[in-house]
Each structure stands twice: as structure tokens, then as C-alpha cells.
């Protein structure tokens, strides 16, 4: 995922900062806890698509560091 749009995209529930995934293809937002899909290169930022992230996935998650 292309960093510069990372920095664009908000969560659209919380309007917080989203992480990427590589791994799992995923955006993620600590604050909603959620997990947005990422299909074919594209963002599916729809709460109704996206699976909520379990206690021992938020504390497995590095700490954030900010974009610079």
C-alpha cells in the first residue's frame, strides 16, 4: 500500500489513523477496533465489511509510530 495514501486514509467510524498489514492485506484502526479488507490494491473502508480485532490482536500489535 502506497505510504503517502496511507496518510490520507482515516478510519471512517473513529476518523483516527489506520495501519497496514501486510500479512493479512488489512487496515487497521486500534481505536475502532477493526480490521478493514484491502482486495485487489483497494480499501474497503466499510464498517460492514470489515471483522473486529480481538484483545490479543490489539496487544500483539507493535507500538504506532508516527508518519514523518
Known sequence: MDKKLLELLVCPVTKG????????????????RLAYPVRDGIAVLLENEARALSDDELEQLPKRTPLV
Do not use: H, I, K
Not at 489513523?17 to 475502532?32: I, M, N, Q
Open 17 to 32: 489513523p489506520l495501519d497496514f498489514d501486510r500479512v493479512r492485506g488489512e487496515l487497521l484502526s486500534r481505536s475502532a
